[in-house]
């Protein structure tokens, strides 16, 4: 892989007033200000919304699904499993 | 005499049914309209050229919608002015059946769009003017021009937004980036003097609360690109001649090949509908 | 939709060593429509399928901008322009939103992206051909969302949730498309003797390579079984070509066209239209490569990101700048 990973936000939206801030779905940007026109520009095309969170998609901690059987680490930590959650050492390369 | 001053015309109780204010001749404002028109068509022409073209699918998503924006204010500009000429020429028969000498968009908006960095500086550059062109227009004696300019004023906003977060990203990124931008500023500067001129037609209408004066927004501009500038660690490009003609329909050479391609499926079948 | 018959050539993989205890639960969440989500336990064969498949869509979409931008500078209407560029643009979205909901099962957006471009992964059939006249703006969106549509409405009930979710507000924006190249036929067939045959040439040109797009018969195809067991697909590709083609020829009729098919016909004891032999030689042509546009939509695709790869170090390379600058601020109060 020779590009860098441009970092992952997880996009929230509130539709209308009084309405909760609903997840739906995520954006790359490589950051915060860019984030957020991205959501704005690629969630709220068909006027759907008063208000935009973004967050990195690396500072969401998820609860353990149901089914707590794990073939390897626990992904407790993390929404799921997106390449840059996880730190490689630099000798190990690209991966 | 800024639209901000105590310039409120007689004019300012005509209905939007009425047309133009009373004092103001048709002309005057069918060009106007025209001018305001081929600006927004011309550089949502270029914008689209980026569709799959983008660094990222985001900002291809993001050009696009700088393109929609300026199209959608060409067509309420060309429906006026096709009412207020009152020869029942509608909007598609006034983007597609007019030659380049008849067309009255700034030089600015019709250079190519090279690359992202260009694109983005000929934004700014553009931006940073229509914001508060806009915003001034809505409060136009002409109930009219002051509902375009209202409506556009919000979006203009956001493009200003976006260039200019871009431009700063772009001047204080990397060695490559900051070199091409400064080289894109410089490159399109000359053009930038036409902004601000006005031809006697369009004097007389600013003079009447219609149009906006575009010298009263010099220094509001100059102020967002040193704001910008200083931010990406660009330096204003020096000032020298200014590019002018646009307005007069004498344009550079790329217009007539922008024209060409745009016209030509609807010029190859008059009077068909699609 | 611009996933069928994309799966057929590739072998299967080695027998499965999943726990035969977990397999059963999930199998019987998959059963109870219940949705399986990215932290879920899957079967390594779901993930790796779900991940060819909705990275193949998300590849589909993006591909797609191709043919279709190819006339947004000639759109003849001020009206049409505007529609085909907001068009595109959701096609765009739609890339975006398939790009997401595949890298919630581990791999990253940029990986797919290289396997694109280095040709190591498909993308439908259908956008290999070449768009010839405005009146190929309409036949896509008429006959090629038409498709799409076919597959994607059942997809909003894919048994993993990022995908149904993702399929649901793609649906939801799709709705505009196939009306709007339906709409462009019928005005054309409506308007002068040069639209007209305009619209009947690229319905000639279409009609086949639309058909192609459901994928050749489940007979054929290894993983078929596997993917309606774990409610990834649910209609076979014959079931949803006749569908298809059952919707889609009454609609041509109505506008006065003829479909480029001999054997044409339709059966009242069954109430199916019947159509001629498909050609699977161009089919399996197309997707080897050697369709009309392959290298060009290739080559405009690698050219966009290459162009674009300076810009994204800027993005990041201020990103970093900005970061460390923001670290170094109490230091500096001290």
């Not at chain 1, 490589?30 to 967050?55: C, F, H, N, P």
């Not at chain 3, 990253?108 to 694109?116: A, H, I, P, T, W």
């Amino acid at each position: 892989m020779s590009e860098p990973l441009m970092p992952l936000w997880e996009v929230f939206i509130r539709n209308r007033s009084g309405m909760p801030h609903k997840h739906c779905g995520s954006v790359h940007a490589a950051d915060a200000t860019m984030a957020l026109q991205a959501a704005r520009d690629v969630y709220t095309r068909r006027g759907e919304s008063v208000s935009i969170w973004v967050t990195p998609s690396s500072a969401i901690t998820a609860s353990d699904p149901d089914d707590k059987d794990h073939l390897f680490e626990p992904t407790a930590s993390k929404p799921y499993r997106h390449p840059t959650f996880y730190t490689v050492p630099d000798e190990v390369g690209h991966m | 005499m800024s639209m901000g001053s105590a310039h409120l015309s007689t004019s300012a109780d005509s209905s939007a049914s009425l047309g133009p204010a009373p004092h103001a001749p048709a002309a005057a404002v069918f060009g106007y309209l025209l001018s305001l028109g081929d600006d927004a068509l011309v550089l949502g022409h270029r914008l689209s050229e980026w569709s799959g073209r983008g660094p990222t699918l985001e900002e291809d998503i993001a050009l696009s919608n700088l393109a929609l924006d300026l199209i959608g204010q060409a067509r309420l500009c060309y429906a006026y002015a096709g009412e207020v000429e009152g020869e029942g020429r509608d909007e598609d028969a006034l983007a597609y059946l007019r030659d380049e000498h008849a067309y009255r968009n700034l030089l600015l908006l019709e250079q190519p769009n090279g690359d992202f960095a260009m694109t983005m500086a000929r934004h700014l550059l553009y931006a940073a003017f229509l914001d508060p062109y806009f915003k001034a227009l809505a409060a136009s004696a002409d109930p009219r021009l002051a509902e375009i300019g209202a409506k556009a004023a919000k979006e203009m906003a956001y493009h200003l937004r976006h260039a200019a977060e871009w431009v700063i990203r772009l001047g204080d990124g990397t060695e490559e980036s900051r070199t091409r931008t400064a080289a894109a500023l410089d490159e399109l500067w000359m053009y930038t003097g036409e902004m601000f001129e006005m031809d006697a037609s369009e004097t007389l209408l600013a003079a009447q609360g219609i149009a906006v004066d575009r010298g009263s927004l010099r220094p509001v501009w100059e102020a967002t690109l040193a704001r910008v500038l200083a931010e990406a660690t660009l330096a204003r490009p020096a000032d020298r001649w200014m590019q002018c003609g646009g307005r007069a329909g004498r344009h550079s050479e790329h217009l007539g090949r922008l024209l060409a391609e745009m016209q030509v499926l609807h010029r190859a079948h008059p009077g068909a509908s699609w | 939709m611009y996933t069928q018959g994309l799966n057929s050539t590739d072998a299967a993989g080695p027998a499965n060593a999943d726990d035969p205890a977990r397999l059963a639960r999930f199998q019987g969440k998959v059963e109870a429509e219940d949705k399986i989500e990215p932290n879920d336990w899957m079967p390594e064969a779901y993930r790796r399928t779900l991940m060819r498949q909705i990275s193949q869509h998300a590849h589909s979409e993006v591909i797609g901008m191709q043919p279709e931008g190819n006339w947004l500078t000639r759109a003849p209407s001020l009206r049409r322009k505007a529609g085909l560029l907001a068009k595109v643009q959701d096609e765009a979205g739609h890339g975006l939103y398939l790009y997401a909901a595949a890298e919630t099962l581990g791999i990253s957006r940029e990986e797919m992206v290289e396997q694109l471009l280095a040709g190591k992964a498909k993308y439908s059939s259908i956008f290999n051909y070449p768009t010839l006249s405005w009146a190929d703006i309409g036949a896509i969106g008429w006959l090629v969302d038409g498709a799409a549509i076919m597959n994607q409405i059942p997809l909003c009930r894919c048994s993993f949730g990022p995908y149904a979710r993702a399929m649901i507000r793609i649906c939801k924006e799709e709705s505009f498309h196939q009306r709007q190249g339906y709409e462009i036929m019928l005005t054309l067939c409506n308007g002068t003797v040069a639209q007209k045959q305009m619209a009947q040439d690229a319905l000639n040109r279409f009609w086949w390579p639309v058909l192609m797009m459901f994928g050749p018969s489940d007979r054929e195809s290894l993983h078929s079984a596997d993917t309606m067991k774990w409610k990834i697909k649910r209609f076979s590709n014959d079931d949803l070509r006749q569908k298809f083609i059952d919707a889609t020829v009454p609609q041509g009729h109505y506008l006065g066209l003829t479909f480029p098919d001999p054997e044409l016909a339709f059966d009242a004891a069954s109430g199916h239209w019947h159509t001629g032999e498909i050609d699977w030689s161009e089919f399996k042509r197309v997707l080897a490569g050697d369709g009309p546009c392959n290298r060009q939509r290739m080559h405009t695709r690698q050219a966009a990101h290459a162009d674009g790869a300076w810009v994204r170090e800027a993005a990041l390379a201020y990103a970093a700048k900005r970061a460390k600058r923001a670290n170094a601020l109490p230091q500096a109060a001290e």
